[in-house]
């Protein structure tokens, strides 16, 4: 079992930056690959970004590729979201996770346990 704990969520203006952090309870954190998605009011739950378990391989959603940066630190078991350039449309709840080893990366069904989220808001 592995709990998570995402931070880091507010209110922004349309060009500005957040940075999310995402927590983790397990002390083999360093083996679990790691991923965010978001959910908007009334919209299914989409894919961010991902990063392996080392951190040596990311990957980003067209739709924030270049704006984002996923980023994590194993000796504080702690997972990063880096957000600039935000856009009213970046507007949901954010939540981190642990990847399944095998699977669709940008597949919500390869992801195991689950934060409960951070509210990120972005106004015009």
């Known amino acids: 079992q592995v709990q998570l704990v995402e931070s880091g969520g507010g209110l922004v203006q349309a060009g500005g930056s957040l940075s999310l952090s995402c927590a983790a309870s397990?002390?083999?954190?360093?083996?679990?690959?790691m991923g965010w998605f978001r959910q908007a009011p009334g919209k299914e739950r989409e894919f961010v970004s991902t990063i392996s378990s080392s951190g040596g391989n990311t990957y980003y959603a067209d739709s924030v590729r270049g704006r984002f940066t996923i980023s994590r630190d194993n000796a504080k078991n702690t997972v990063y979201l880096q957000m600039n350039s935000l856009k009213p449309e970046d507007t949901a709840t954010y939540y981190c996770?642990?990847?399944?080893?095998?699977?669709?990366?940008?597949?919500?069904?390869?992801?195991?346990?689950w934060g409960q989220g951070t509210q990120v808001t972005v106004s015009s």
């Open positions: 996770a642990t990847r399944r080893r095998y699977g669709d990366i940008s597949n919500i069904d390869s992801y195991e346990y």
């Open positions: 397990a002390r083999t954190f360093s083996s679990y690959p």
